[in-house]
């Protein structure tokens, strides 16, 4: 039986999603040494579990340039969050997803989708 990865047709989806816990399927013995003891494991967990953990740690990015649309411009065509780029004195912002995954995917995307609204 061949399965058809791409083929969406089928239920198949190309976007990475971690399953939920409950889930998870757990061997009745043990198949290999384990790279952490359960205790550590279960600490883990429960730092990962605090709301707005990710928010709180993460430094701001700093840019000597301004870039007012910085998070509210998404690409016409695949819809993905476009970025900042700094072309002939004037901020402009792209999508790069063609470069990134489209190419290599043969997904229908051009080359460059760029915005020159600042």
């Given amino acids: 039986m ?11 989806m190309t976007k990475l999603r971690w399953n939920n816990p409950d889930h998870w399927v757990w061997s009745e ?12 494991f279960n600490q883990v967990q429960a730092l990962l579990a605090v709301p707005g953990r990710a928010q709180d740690s993460r ?3 700093r840019t000597p340039r301004p870039y007012i649309f910085r998070g509210l411009l998404f690409c ?3 819809e993905r969050r476009m970025q900042g780029s ?5 901020p402009h ?22 915005s020159g609204k600042s």
């Avoid at 700094?86 to 004037?90: A, Q, V, Y």
Wanted: hydrophobic letters at 30%.
């Fill in 59 to 61: 430094k701001p990015r």
């Fill in 76 to 78: 016409g065509v695949c």
């Fill in 29 to 40: 013995r043990q198949a290999h040494e384990a790279l952490v003891d359960e205790e550590t």
């Fill in 93 to 114: 912002y792209r999508c790069v997803f063609p470069s990134q995954y489209a190419q290599a995917n043969k997904l229908d995307h051009p080359r460059s989708v760029m």
């Fill in 2 to 12: 061949t399965i058809a990865l791409n083929d969406v047709g089928l239920g198949h």
């Fill in 86 to 90: 700094w072309n002939n004195g004037k």
